[in-house]
């Protein structure tokens, strides 16, 4: 065996769907309240350790929408995970179902696994003098004419964006801005966290929260990216019944506009696998 990640560890490809389209063969309308879209069934012959990656993407408009992701355990069927039985507290949600900045009843987005946010910012309404903006509990209040150094962010598109580049640059240093635009309309910035390696700070996400976000014009608030992650062993499966041999996933969710995807990672015995690899 070498020493490459890929002969170690196994990863597949389970679940990538659009919403409000069909999952495939085995498989029922996405956004179908119950009935969702499922994966095949995978083995936990040989394996030691088991994570399930989960990623949403941004939807139309600026609501946040929520997406839920079970665990299936049971025997192989051809179905896939729709004849498997749900595997009890291994589940995580994704988004929000609030259109307030994310802070309707659970105040945060990072706590619904948002990696990625847009700042947008339209120039056919002027931002409100008194709104605030939070990210990562460092809060910054919207003013007539802007200063960095107290935390304040001009109402002006333009100048806002100005204001907000400059602004994360000093107050939140562990957060970078990419494709920054400062035209005359739609001014816009996609906010995320640095990577700082396995030694670096690690969170649930980025915390978000508004006192306003606003549907056309204004400062809209736009999810991007939600990550999350369940972890569990065939030990686990094997406590909820002994006879149990592969796993599968559930995901259930409203949205009809933005793709969903879940890769499941084993590590354990030696494995092929059906991913193409590159290897240098």
Same mark, same amino acid.
């Given at each position: 065996?070498?020493? $490459?990640? @890929?002969? #170690?560890? #196994?990863?597949?490809?389970?679940?990538?769907?659009? &919403? @409000?389209? =069909?999952? +495939?063969? &085995?498989? *029922? =309308?996405?956004?179908?309240? *119950?009935? &969702?879209? $499922?994966?095949?069934? $995978?083995?936990?012959? +040989?394996?030691?350790?088991?994570?399930?990656?989960? @990623?949403?993407?941004?939807? =139309? +408009?600026?609501?946040?929408?929520?997406?839920?992701?079970?665990i299936m355990v049971g025997k192989y069927d051809a179905g896939g995970a729709s004849a498997l039985a749900s595997l009890a507290s291994a589940s995580i949600k994704l988004g929000s179902s609030s259109t307030a900045g994310g802070g309707g009843s659970t105040g945060a987005w990072g706590n619904d696994g948002l990696v990625e946010v847009m700042v947008h910012c339209d120039a056919t309404g002027a931002a409100d003098a008194g709104d605030t903006l939070a990210f990562d509990g460092t809060t910054f209040t919207i003013a007539a004419a802007g200063t960095v150094a107290d935390k304040t962010l001009s109402t002006g598109n333009i100048a806002f964006m100005n204001d907000f580049k400059a602004a994360i640059a000093t107050w939140c240093t562990h957060l970078e801005l990419a494709g920054v635009v400062t035209a005359t309309t739609d001014t816009r910035a996609v906010l995320r966290s640095k990577d700082y390696g396995f030694a670096g700070p690690q969170t649930t996400g980025i915390s978000v929260v508004a006192s306003t976000n606003a549907t056309t014009g204004e400062i809209e608030l736009i999810g991007q990216k939600y990550q999350g992650v369940i972890e569990f062993t065939p030990a686990d499966v094997l406590a909820t019944n002994s006879s149990y041999t592969h796993f599968g996933i559930k995901l259930n969710s409203s949205v009809t506009t933005t793709m969903m995807t879940a890769w499941v990672i084993r590590t354990g015995a030696y494995n092929s696998t059906q991913t193409k690899v590159t290897r240098l």
């Open positions: 065996m070498s020493a $490459y990640l @890929g002969e #170690r560890v #196994r990863a597949d490809l389970a679940i990538l769907a659009m &919403g @409000g389209a =069909t999952g +495939g063969a &085995g498989q *029922t =309308t996405f956004n179908a309240s *119950t009935a &969702g879209v $499922y994966s095949k069934c $995978y083995s936990l012959a +040989g394996v030691d350790k088991v994570m399930v990656l989960c @990623g949403q993407g941004n939807a =139309t +408009g600026v609501a946040l929408v929520p997406s839920e992701w079970k």
